[in-house]
């Protein structure tokens, strides 16, 4: 038998029209599961469903800037839950990896006037690369009942965060479009200093804490402004 999610946050139960459907939805405040932000909890999610732990992009969702691949990401993982029924989106208030908004503009301010990419202008700010945790994430799906997820992500600290929680976790691959040279320099900095899987035709990395071989540069320039791929079956 599949194990299904508690009704936590059963008093926020509404329905809200997307893309021409109709989703039921719950909200779940993070506030005691150690972080800022809420899970969505789409539909009766069941072991195996869809899960995206997203850390808020103000630029990428809101301005609708081309120059990350936040809110492209974060759309796709929405259509891919409505597409199957069901699916928990943990939405955390992370921006600037963790630092916030001041230190992101500082870092983008850096960058542009430096030619560096975010990390490298990041330390020479004398901020970490990356702030974030995602023991607040594993908690909830685990008091949601949740033991296995399959996990919308490029990232493999996403990936490894949940697995180290007990949560059996499958990775899958966020295909969207590079909209600009910037955000092409954007992922490949993600690649070559995180460990993040650029998704091509090849297969993703591994949910272990040592991801394979990721995407090289030249595969990712192909990626801008192609039409977007297909997504995987």
């Known amino acids: 038998?599949?194990?299904?999610?508690?009704?936590?946050?059963?008093?926020?139960?509404?329905?809200?029209?997307?893309?021409?459907?109709e989703l039921r939805v719950r909200v779940l405040e993070l506030d005691g599961y150690g972080?800022?932000?809420?899970?969505?909890?789409?539909g009766d999610p069941a072991d195996g469903c869809l899960v995206r732990v997203h850390s808020r992009c103000l630029y990428g969702e809101a301005l609708g800037s081309?120059?990350?691949?936040?809110?492209p990401e974060l759309t796709k993982s929405l259509d891919l839950m409505q597409a199957n029924g069901s699916g928990v989106l943990i939405y955390l208030e992370q921006e600037g990896r963790g630092l916030g908004l001041l230190a992101k503009a500082r870092g983008y301010r850096h960058s542009q006037c430096r030619g560096t990419d975010t990390f490298a202008s990041y330390e020479a700010l004398g901020y970490p690369a990356d702030a974030r945790s995602y023991d607040a994430a594993a908690r909830v799906l685990l008091a949601l009942r949740l033991r296995a997820v399959d996990l919308l992500t490029n990232n493999p600290a996403k990936v490894a965060a949940l697995t180290a929680a007990g949560l059996a976790v499958t990775a899958v691959p966020l295909y969207t479009r590079v909209r600009s040279e910037r955000a092409?320099?954007?992922l490949e900095a993600k690649r070559r200093r995180r460990g993040h899987?650029?998704?091509?035709?090849?297969?993703?990395?591994?949910?272990?804490?040592e991801p394979a071989t990721s995407t090289a540069p030249e595969q990712l320039?192909?990626?801008?402004?192609?039409?977007?791929?297909?997504?995987?079956v």
Do not use: K, Q
């Open 1 to 21: 038998m599949r194990t299904t999610v508690s009704n936590l946050a059963g008093d926020t139960e509404h329905r809200i029209t997307r893309a021409g459907g």
């Open 35 to 42: 972080e800022s932000g809420h899970a969505l909890i789409f």
């Open 66 to 71: 081309d120059d990350c691949d936040c809110g």
């Open 184 to 186: 092409r320099d954007y």
């Open 197 to 209: 899987w650029i998704p091509t035709d090849a297969a993703p990395w591994a949910a272990d804490p």
């Open 221 to 232: 320039s192909s990626l801008l402004a192609a039409p977007e791929a297909p997504l995987p």
